[in-house]
Structures are given as C-alpha cells and as structure tokens.
C-alpha cells in the first residue's frame, strides 16, 4: 500500500464543473502540498497545507489531519486546468516529499 | 521573483556516458532536493542537501552523486548511463517547509 494515495486517478470534466480530487496518506506528516504538473514536466506548487484550508483563485484546498486525508477542489474547471495533479506530503520524520501517483484531469470545452 | 533553474532542460547521452545536471535554487534557500521521474511513474527522491552538507539520500544509484556548492546550487552527476535513467530529473529547494520546483532536466539515453 502506498503511503500517499490519490483518487480518482483520472478525471474527465465538461468546461465549467466543480472538481475534487483527493488524497488519503498514511504516514505522520508536517505539511502536504498539492502541486500541478503539465505536459512536458514542469511542476507547479499550488498549495502548502498544515491545517485547515486555503484558496486561491478557483482552487481550493483542505486538509483533516485527524483523517489523514486532503481535497483539492476546482471550481467553474477551464480546459485550461487541464493537467496532472499530484498530492505529496512531507513526512514528519524528514523532509523529503513522498509522492501520490497524481491525477490526470482532462477538462472538455 | 527568481525561481528555481535547472540545466540543461533537454539532455540527450548514448549509453555509458556521463551527464551532469545543474540546480539553481531560489536565492537564500538552504536545502535543495533531487527527484527523478521516470516515464509513468511518480517522482522519487533521490538525494537532498542542506547548508551544503547531504541531509538525506533515497533511491539514488551508486553511479549517481550530487554536491551542493557554497552558492547553493546543487549538481547531480551521472556516471555509466543506462537505458533506464531516462527520466525527468527535477530539483527542488526550500527554506524551511515550503517547496519550490525547477521545471526538470529531461534525459534521454539512447
């Protein structure tokens, strides 16, 4: 079982929908971030999360640290978003960053 | 605002040859990460330095290593290239938490 688990793996969504990936982890951790990957590699930081919840712009991220379990949330999705969306936390016991597999949104005009 | 640079973002090496990757992290950041990404796959760590000592190590072959230098920018050098390093290779550096990504080196062994 992975440490860092995310679902669903891949998302198709019509222009305009509201998203929600998740992620459930099994390890201590003392922060979780949400990064966005496109085509070609780069990777984007789209949130650091210790507690609670945060948002900027359409996005919308939430984290229960008693569930070990974050969301990150789309809203009025734009094919633009379209991308991979990966959950990676960083253990309490280091400072590396353990990966989800992430997740493949395809965003439909 | 000055991000984190990597070097070169496109490399491509015959088999067991060497390459050489530069991480340029985001000035006054102490702690630089290395991950490789393989095709399809989730990246994984590899090596992390702070204030230029290692300070972590993961799956990182015995042909690879990596230093961080008194300006803070890290070098990963990879030695006896196989097929299977090819791969998008990303740094990452942080001061304190939060961290910050290169857009990758992507290497190609043919």
């Known amino acids: 079982k992975n440490e860092v688990e995310q679902s669903p793996q891949n998302l198709t969504a019509q222009e305009g929908e509201f998203i929600t990936i998740n992620c459930s982890y099994s390890?201590?951790?003392?922060?979780l971030h949400w990064l966005q990957q496109h085509p070609g590699g780069g990777i984007v930081s789209l949130f650091m999360l210790s507690s609670g919840k945060k948002k900027h712009g359409r996005l919308i991220a939430t984290i229960n640290i008693q569930e070990k379990h974050s969301s990150l949330h789309i809203t009025a999705s734009h094919p633009r978003d379209s991308a991979v969306y990966i959950c990676a936390v960083q253990e309490t016991s280091g400072s590396r960053l353990t990966f989800g597999e992430g997740t493949q949104l395809t965003v439909n005009p | 605002a000055a991000g984190v640079i990597q070097s070169p973002r496109h490399l491509i090496k015959e088999k067991r040859e060497t390459a050489t990757l530069k991480c340029y992290p985001i000035p006054r950041h102490d702690t630089v990460y290395w991950y490789q990404q393989g095709p399809g796959q989730d990246p994984q760590f590899l090596i992390s330095?702070?204030?230029?000592?290692?300070?972590d190590k993961g799956s990182i072959p015995d042909r690879f290593s990596a230093q961080q230098f008194s300006d803070y920018h890290s070098e990963l050098n990879m030695s006896s290239l196989e097929l299977g390093d090819s791969a998008l290779y990303f740094c990452?550096?942080?001061?304190?938490?939060?961290?910050?990504f290169g857009q990758g080196t992507r290497l190609t062994v043919v």
């Open positions: 330095f702070y204030e230029k000592m290692q300070s």
């Open positions: 990452a550096s942080s001061l304190y938490t939060e961290a910050f």
């Open positions: 390890v201590g951790i003392s922060a």
